[in-house]
């Protein structure tokens, strides 16, 4: 069977790094819209690199894995590995019918690294051979040849000369007419041939100097190139073969030009090189040492949630990608440019908003691609402040105020994408901003057959209106062995202390690997009781909050759990860590808590704090609002509609939906098995199989979300977050009392909320 991988979460303290979310980059200058729309400035739309999609269906088998991706003898060359764990070899006409396929005759210990094929379309494929089928320990690399019928006639041990196994990796492997397979590893760049072996052309020393080595990329003309990463800075250097040296790294992809290191690189007719970067493709010409826009994938509606995974160029007119699905599938598209005069002119809406969630631009996608009349155009206010998929810095308060600035000043989108930590939403009430949803979800309203369960809808209501809603959200919760717990569904700092001196469990690994002294407090600073954001009030200087800074100093700096990255979780299995911050996303999560990490009975026990109550909090995903002032409120509400009516049970990415319907439907697909795929729970080195949920085991988890009637409030202002965290840390250096943070704390945080009241 394919074995999919179900990684668990790896929880870490945010309160030192919630300070940084207050940033995110500005935006350029809007050209104006064409319909004079006073709400909002709209980017034309880019006419000139608007591209179609179209799904090649019979290339790769559904739910497969695809591996390799070419564009050789003008035929698409692809490898992928089917749901039985078989490896497939297709080549197929541009036109998408299959000419050949074969089994590529590998074990099911064997994982491939790379593949490449040669003009006779010999396949060359680096793999590794694993202890068993389930091991991560490899113990052999191989790099083996296919004749055009999947035939191996050539097998080379890679560690023959004796380099040692857990020191050996490889980075790349191309073929070159004039220079035949090259293949990048620890040990240098060496050709391979099956009369000479393998011969040195460059040098280890020249490549490991690169963090992770140098991945080796085939452009066109068999020009090969090196994409490396020095001092967190992503590289790209051309490979002289003939004079045996990696040449200097090329401005035109360095660090001012392309942000995002996670760029994929293709050969192809028309430019040295092809580029997929963020939301579009780029031909590079490195003559001019310039990027080119080729495709804009945004404004063609191309590429769902994490956009291309693989692609190849056939020419600057066409080509295939392979893109994610939304419950996580791969498929194959072709990709053909579109003459501008045909592209269709539609009604143009806009959704706006910082750093802008996947999942809304997935329905803005799909709204796109189905509605004749309308066409909703993004604005992300923070699309020029990533950097490695981190918002940056001072940049990153600019996209705020700039947001903010247009929302208030009446330039605000039709839809407003709202997160919490870069909105203030109470301001935006204020003015009079976001529209009254609550009589769209009456009967006979709009939105009127949407029921939302019941403690999320109350949730949703600011001063008892309905300005915004979300279709999804997961649980903020701590979860220990229910025999610990002893019957308690709530946990206070006196409660932790009696079952840490009970168990005769240390502080400095109490929490897991959160057991320090942010991380503590962290986990019982979302109580509601110290800040009322809604109502500018807050309450820092009550003896829970003094109580609280006192039982987060017991623990250390950094906590003593050292079982390692890999194996967060193995304290819980011996008792070492007994509280787990653990979020839960969706039902296979808290299957992972009872059958993985803890192995018994759970309790959920909710954030810490004294109420005596369920305090677990209930965090929104995809927030949106209207502007009360569109002119496209019907189209608006569609969307809204759209949202939660497209909820997909089966997608194992997906949160819990707000609405009761798709809860249900969430409910009874978490106690069955997921088609033929076979899923495990990813604990460090070891791999445990996900079973279906029990009914039982799900009504205990949906009984724990509708009784919380807690959401996030407190991590929704980087101001205050910085202000907690440098008052705090004056309290651990030992420099302060409790009391007297608590005291500037409360002084600084209501003089903050005051001013910006």
Not at 49 to 77: A, Q, W
Not at 518 to 545: A, H, I, M, S
Not at 565 to 573: E, N, P, R, S
């Amino acid at each position: 069977m394919r074995k999919s991988i179900y990684f668990k979460r790896v929880t870490v303290c945010i309160l030192a790094t919630a300070v940084l979310l207050s940033s995110v980059t500005g935006c350029g200058k809007k050209k104006s819209s064409t319909d004079g729309s006073a709400v909002v400035q709209n980017k034309a739309l880019d006419k000139e690199h608007i591209f179609k999609e179209e799904e090649i269906k019979d290339v790769i088998e559904k739910g497969s894995e695809e591996l390799y991706l070419d564009y050789v003898g003008d035929k698409i060359k692809c490898v992928y590995l089917d749901k039985a764990g078989k490896y497939k070899f297709v080549s197929a006409n541009t036109d998408g019918t299959v000419e050949k396929s074969y089994e590529i005759p590998v074990s099911t210990n064997d994982r491939h690294a790379y593949f490449t094929m040669d003009d006779s379309e010999n396949l060359y494929m680096q793999y590794s051979e694993y202890e068993d089928e389930e091991s991560d320990k490899k113990i052999g690399y191989y790099l083996v040849k296919f004749d055009n019928t999947g035939k191996e006639v050539v097998r080379e041990d890679l560690l023959k000369d004796g380099p040692e196994i857990s020191i050996f990796s490889v980075q790349g492997v191309a073929w070159t007419k004039d220079n035949g397979l090259v293949i990048s590893s620890s040990r240098g760049l060496d050709t391979y041939s099956e009369q000479n072996g393998f011969t040195r052309i460059i040098e280890p020393k020249d490549l490991n100097r690169f963090e992770y080595g140098g991945l080796l990329i085939k452009g066109s003309n068999d020009q090969l190139y090196i994409k490396a990463s020095e001092n967190n800075e992503a590289q790209l250097m051309k490979v002289d073969l003939a004079n045996k040296k990696i040449g200097e790294p090329i401005k035109c992809f360095g660090a001012n030009n392309i942000k995002n290191k996670y760029y994929a690189l293709s050969g192809g007719e028309g430019y040295d090189l092809y580029v997929s970067c963020d939301r579009f493709i780029y031909g590079y010409d490195s003559k001019s040492d310039k990027l080119t826009k080729i495709v804009n994938l945004r404004d063609s509606d191309i590429g769902y949630e994490e956009g291309i995974d693989r692609f190849v160029a056939v020419n600057e007119g066409e080509f295939w990608a392979i893109f994610y699905k939304a419950n996580g599938d791969k498929y194959l598209s072709k990709l053909t440019k579109v003459d501008p005069k045909d592209v269709k002119e539609k009604t143009v809406i806009s959704l706006g908003g910082i750093s802008i969630r996947d999942e809304v631009l997935n329905e803005v996608y799909k709204f796109n691609r189905t509605n004749d009349e309308y066409r909703i155009q993004v604005l992300d206010y923070a699309e020029d402040s990533f950097s490695d998929g981190l918002l940056d810095g001072d940049e990153a308060d600019q996209a705020i105020n700039k947001f903010n600035l247009d929302v208030l000043s009446g330039k605000a989108p039709d839809i407003l994408a709202i997160e919490d930590g870069y909105a203030d939403i109470s301001n935006y009430i204020d003015k009079g901003v976001l529209m009254d949803l609550g009589p769209l979800f009456e009967k006979g309203g709009a939105l009127g057959n949407i029921e939302i369960l019941p403690n999320v809808f109350e949730m949703m209501h600011t001063n008892g209106k309905l300005y915004t809603v979300f279709s999804e959200f997961n649980v903020s919760t701590i979860a220990m062995r229910s025999r610990f717990a002893e019957g308690r569904t709530s946990l206070s700092v006196s409660d932790c202390n009696e079952i840490i001196n009970k168990t005769g469990c240390d502080y400095k690994t109490a929490f897991g690997s959160e057991s320090n002294k942010q991380c503590v407090l962290y986990l019982g600073l979302d109580n509601t009781k110290f800040l009322d954001q809604e109502n500018k009030k807050c309450n820092f200087t009550d003896p829970e909050f003094i109580e609280l800074l006192n039982f987060a100093n017991k623990f250390p700096e950094e906590a003593g759990y050292d079982y390692g990255i890999f194996d967060l979780d193995l304290g819980y299995l011996e008792d070492k860590a007994i509280f787990r911050d653990s979020p839960l996303y969706n039902f296979k999560d808290y299957g992972m808590l009872k059958h993985a990490v803890f192995r018994d009975d759970v309790a959920l026990v909710g954030l810490l704090n004294n109420s005596g109550e369920n305090s677990a909090e209930i965090v929104p995903c995809n927030k949106v609002g209207i502007n009360s002032k569109s002119k496209y409120t019907e189209v608006a509400v569609q969307f809204i509609k759209n949202m939660f009516e497209n909820y997909d049970p089966l997608n194992d990415n997906i949160q819990f939906p707000s609405d009761k319907a798709s809860f249900e439907a969430a409910k009874k697909a978490a106690t069955e098995k997921n088609g033929n795929k076979t899923d495990y729970y990813n604990l460090g080195y070891e791999k445990v199989q996900v079973t279906p949920l029990t009914e039982a085991e799900v009504q205990e988890c949906s009984d724990y979300i509708l009784s919380i009637k807690n959401n996030r409030a407190f991590y929704s202002n980087g101001e205050i977050n910085s202000i907690i965290y440098e008052e705090t840390s004056a309290f651990f250096s030992g420099n302060k009392t409790a009391e007297e943070v608590a005291g500037t704390i409360q002084n600084r945080v209501t003089t903050y909320m005051n001013e910006n009241s």
